[in-house]
């Protein structure tokens, strides 16, 4: 989702659900002063939201920015006929410990 989504879905959704954990953090005071100042250009819209939202937003950039790694084991061919290498960056091990880290969330 683009950042611009989340600045008309902060004018019109209402807040997605959370775990029971919780995370403390401390800001830099500069992002800190940022927050605050979403928190004041959108009303209603809480500064727990904001954060949660950009920091996901930041993490699913982050993920799309984890490179592909080709293999030698070929998985599978593609429409044209032409392998497709497993990948053997960190991808796969993210994928394994995100889905991990969901089963042991949402069991507790």
Known sequence: MPYKQLLDDWKTEPKPLSTRESYAIRLP????????????????????????????????????????????????????????????????RFIELVKKYRRSIDAA
């Open 29 to 92: 005071l500069e992002d800190a002063a940022r927050i605050e100042a979403l928190a004041e250009l959108f009303p209603g819209t809480d500064r727990e939201r904001i954060v949660t939202d950009l920091l996901a937003q930041a993490i699913r950039d982050l993920e799309a920015s984890i490179p592909y790694v080709a293999g030698e084991k070929v998985i599978r061919e593609d429409d044209h006929g032409d392998p497709v290498y497993e990948d053997v960056g960190l991808m796969p």
